[in-house]
């Protein structure tokens, strides 16, 4: 480990780490700049391997973690992760509702209605939405170590963000494409897919400030945080990496998206 990231304070390490994913997610919209069209068999893969690697990252950096806290507090080990796991699936039902995530079949029909007015603010909040269990996951991981500070800890921390940064650059590039795909400038494009990357810094700082003032409730933040992201892999990640036909190649893809995380964190940590 580096001793200058190790002596930093959990919030600005997650900063850091959520500065990563956000880089990612630019360097994924930054191939509007060299084309303008994407392969769907590339993009369903990279779609499967990022269910992977969220999967993984779920149990190892996140409810791992969360039942050896609660044995610590004296609580039943599974009463925290069963609430904040169920409790982070539900919020993000509940924000569904309101601004589907990303399914480019089903909602880009609407979003490349030219007479849609509001197809490009659609296609960048999907997006958008999606990334906010990323950023809260990854900022709950590294604020733990506040009161629970382990160099396995925080190398599980750090393969969390970079496993979610892996899985952030086919998102960047799943915005960018097909808004210039539909007439927009390539710079547009752009900017519009490196900013829907913005929040997860934004929701790090929140998650991991959140469990440094209230540290009791960091084993619920973690299966929070669990939750939120199994949310968006069976509903999103793996239901649309298979609707046009790519199902071994796509199942593969996840298999080894998985079991590459699962190596970061069980080597690092």
Known sequence: MVDWFIELSPVWQALIGTLFTWFMTAAGASLVWFSNKDSTRFMDSMLAFAAGVMIAASF???LAPSIEMAEEQGILPFVPPVIGFLLGGAFLLLLDQVVPMLDPDRYFPEIKDPRSKHRTFMLV???TLHNIPEGLAIGVAFGALAGNFSEAGLAGAIALAIGIGIQNFPEGTAVSLPLQREG??????FFYGQFS???E???ALLGAWAVVVIE???PYALSFAAGAM???VAKEAIPASQERGHVRLTTAALMVGFSIMMIL???LG
């Open 60 to 62: 190892w950096s996140l």
């Open 125 to 127: 909040s999907s997006i």
């Open 184 to 189: 927009m400038s390539k710079k547009k494009s």
């Open 197 to 199: 990357g913005f929040v």
């Open 201 to 203: 810094p934004v929701a």
């Open 216 to 218: 009791p409730l960091v």
């Open 230 to 232: 199994i949310f968006v």
């Open 265 to 267: 964190d069980v080597s």
